[in-house]
């Protein structure tokens, strides 16, 4: 096989870039000049416009890598005397208990398996019978292990009961529908460098506009004050702290070229196709899922480990990396697996190069039985 020099991403951020998203840092820019700040305010406009959040909604963007954005969220929109229900089924519901016992808010859980997608009767009976949850957080896709969580009927039961949702988007904002119209939020976070293929450096905050005005007070720290960063930058058109302008500017790329290719429903479809090459040619090969397909998104899929005793996944991962081709290790709790991504830069032609990879790659390997253990 022929390797390329840089091999494909095939994980869930950073992850494969387009050669023009990463052209546009290529050039520097002055972050008080009226080219960039022109730049900024389109981008932020475009991000709300993608969650059908116009004349409702406003983008807030923020520094640092999707956890930022996660954690200015909650500390921006729990009131100090509030109460989080987080919804847990994978590290990064588990991520915002930390984040709660880190900013000393009250918070509760509710965890289902990573395997399990939330149900949302069990929600609503926890919601009726603790009056103090004035928040529910949940994670759209749980990339743990791409699990899709049932985010319309979640959000329709906290509003129902009256209480605020805010959604961790990251993984699934871009290519997963989320219309503000239809689907009731105060706030959802999401990052540059997952389904939108930009580079990774910023992250942002898609909030409703009179929610996030009446959050004064409310943040535990200056720098992850969303309604500091927005009032900012309303008043200013700048940035509170130095803007990540390169970033920035390979996002506004990134935007361009998630237009043309048909916004959120041609992404969307582009992965869904990825996943499907993906997902039956490692099942002809004998590999298993670890979720049934009406449950997986098309963002990235988890595989068992295989039974075979010839199979260690360090191997597999350089054999596959030396091919041209990175996959990413497995981070569940409930079973022994690795994960390969559909986002990015790929298409038919890559995720089929990945196929051929793992098939020379376990023929190097000498791995024959690729069904889990329990299953051989
Ligand atoms: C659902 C979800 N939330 C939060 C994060 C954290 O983002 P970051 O690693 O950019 O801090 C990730 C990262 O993969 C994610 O998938």
Redesign the pocket.
């Known amino acids: 096989m022929n390797a390329p020099k840089i091999p494909f991403l095939l994980t869930?951020?950073p992850l494969t870039t387009a050669p023009a998203t990463r052209e546009a840092m290529l050039r520097d820019w002055g972050s008080r000049d009226g080219a960039f700040i022109a730049l900024n305010r389109r981008i932020r406009e475009r991000l709300v416009a993608l969650a059908g959040g116009e004349g409702s909604h406003v983008c807030v963007p923020l520094q640092?890598?999707?956890?930022?954005a996660?954690e200015a969220m909650l500390g921006t929109f729990v009131p100090r005397d509030g109460k989080l229900l987080v919804v847990i089924n994978g590290a990064?519901g588990h991520?915002m208990v930390r984040m709660c016992r880190a900013m000393g808010r009250a918070y509760a859980t509710y965890e289902t398996a990573e395997d399990t997608p939330p149900d949302p009767a069990r929600l609503d009976a926890l919601l009726a019978g603790d009056a103090a949850i004035s928040h529910v957080a949940v994670?759209?896709?749980?990339?743990t292990s791409g699990i899709l969580n049932p985010l319309a009927e979640i959000a329709a039961i906290v509003a129902r009961r009256g209480r605020r949702l805010l959604v961790?988007?990251?993984?699934g904002f871009g290519a997963l529908p989320l219309d503000a119209r239809e689907i009731p939020f105060d706030a959802l976070?999401a990052?540059a460098?997952?389904c939108l293929e930009g580079v990774?450096g910023m992250?942002f905050v898609i909030a409703r506009r009179d929610a996030l005005e009446a959050c004064a007070g409310n943040a535990p720290v200056l720098s992850f004050d969303l309604l500091d960063q927005f009032q900012a930058m309303e008043k200013t058109a700048q940035w509170r702290f130095t803007p990540p302008t390169h970033v920035i500017a390979a996002l506004g790329a990134a935007l361009d070229a998630h237009e043309a290719e048909g916004g959120v429903a041609g992404r969307g479809a582009r992965y869904r196709g990825n996943r499907k090459i993906l997902v039956d040619g490692m099942r002809q090969l004998g590999f298993e899922t670890l979720l049934p397909d009406a449950l997986q998104a098309p963002v990235i899929v988890t595989f068992h480990m295989p039974a075979d005793p010839r199979f260690r996944f360090e191997t597999f991962y350089d054999g596959l990396r030396d091919k041209g081709y990175v996959i990413y290790p497995g981070k569940l709790t409930v079973a022994d697996s690795f994960r390969i991504g559909c986002i990015g830069q790929l298409h038919e032609a890559e995720m089929r190069g990945a196929l051929a990879a793992v098939r020379a790659t376990l023929a190097e390997m000498g791995v024959t039985q690729c069904g889990r253990a329990q299953a051989a």
């Open positions: 869930p951020g640092g890598s999707g956890t930022f996660v990064y991520r994670v759209h896709c749980e990339t961790d988007s990251m993984s976070a990052s460098n997952k990774p992250a």
